[in-house]
């Protein structure tokens, strides 16, 4: 899934979007202690991010 915001970051942009992390189940951050749901609308950098 893209959306219309990737193609503002730089190619070697760190960033991610939390939609494309593998601990976001069910719209919450499973990495987060209070399992947040993020809103989605800008790519962040996150420690726990994983693929």
């Not at 494309?20 to 719209?27: E, P, T």
């Amino acid at each position: 899934m893209q959306t219309q915001n990737d193609s503002h970051a730089p190619v070697d942009d760190d960033r991610h979007y939390c939609h494309q992390c593998a601990k976001l189940i069910n719209g919450r951050c499973i990495a987060s202690p209070t399992r947040y749901s993020p809103v989605d609308t800008h790519p962040r950098r996150c420690a726990d991010y994983k693929a």
